[in-house]
T-cell receptor, first 121, second 115 residues
Framework: AQKVTQAQTEISVVEKEDVTLDCVYE???????LFWYKQPPSGELVFLIR??????QNEISGRYSWNFQKSTSSFNFTITASQVVDSAVYFC??????????????????FGTGTRLTIIP | ETGVTQTPRHLVMGMTNKKSLKCEQH?????MYWYKQSAKKPLELMFV???????ENNSVPSRFSPECPNSSHLFLHLHTLQPEDSALYLC??????????????FGAGTRLSVL
């Protein structure tokens, strides 16, 4: 069964510091997809990134970067030079390609419990 | 703005009330989802609809009744709820059928309190 663990429940850092959010996953599928979503105080989950299991290349988008390591089953998220607007709950999620097929063409997402990030001005 | 709109944003109801949550998506997607988000727990998938047909009911109690009249609208009808049903209810939508493009987009949720 698939599982996502975000061991860090809450993190607080001072503005402009770098911060890394950890995500460890478990799956038996060889084809799977990993996601990060951001949930600001307003409530909506904002999609940040989707990565497939065959693409281990790290990705950078502005101040955000993601490190995918299949050897350790981790998909960590780093925010560089953090800002107050980065304060939110961040969720890591996993979907397995096999569930896509058996779920009538829908991805079945398994979410972690989230990490609450607070950026202190 | 994610393209998925949920109303109301906040709802307080007694255990004997009947209320409905509404979700509307403007993304041209064909799949819609209801999730429940409780404190300290992962998001729980409740229902999935594809092209207006329900394809997933994740053992949700019958006091929650979904309705999907078309691919753009999704409702969650609530009746005789329990205090433990208090949570944030999130709606999502996604394209259907192409796993390469399948990303779920979420609304801001309805914060439900059952007294």
């Amino acid at each position: 069964a698939q599982k996502v663990t975000q061991a860090q429940t809450e993190i607080s850092v001072v503005e402009k510091e770098d911060v890394t959010l950890d995500c460890v996953y478990e799956t038996r599928d060889t084809t799977y997809y990993l996601f990060w979503y951001k949930q600001p105080p307003s409530g909506e989950l904002v999609f940040l990134i989707r990565r497939n299991s065959f693409d281990e290349q790290n990705e950078i988008s502005g101040r955000y970067s993601w490190n995918f390591q299949k050897s350790t089953s981790s998909f960590n998220f780093t925010i560089t030079a953090s800002q107050v607007v980065d304060s939110a709950v961040y969720f890591c999620a996993l979907s397995e390609a096999s569930t896509f097929t058996t779920n009538f063409g829908n991805e079945k997402l398994t979410f972690g419990t989230g990490t609450r990030l607070t950026i202190i001005p | 703005e994610t393209g998925v709109t949920q109303t109301p944003r906040h709802l307080v109801m007694g255990m004997t009330n009947k209320k409905s949550l509404k979700c509307e998506q403007h993304l041209g997607h064909n799949a819609m989802y209801w999730y429940k988000q409780s404190a300290k727990k992962p998001l729980e998938l409740m229902f999935v609809y594809n092209f207006k047909e329900q394809t997933e009911n994740n053992s949700v109690p019958s006091r929650f009744s979904p309705e999907c009249p078309n691919s753009s609208h999704l409702f969650l009808h609530l009746h005789t709820l329990q205090p433990e049903d208090s949570a944030l209810y999130l709606c999502a939508s996604s394209p259907w059928g192409d796993i390469a493009k399948n990303i779920q987009y979420f609304g801001a949720g309805t914060r439900l309190s059952v007294l």
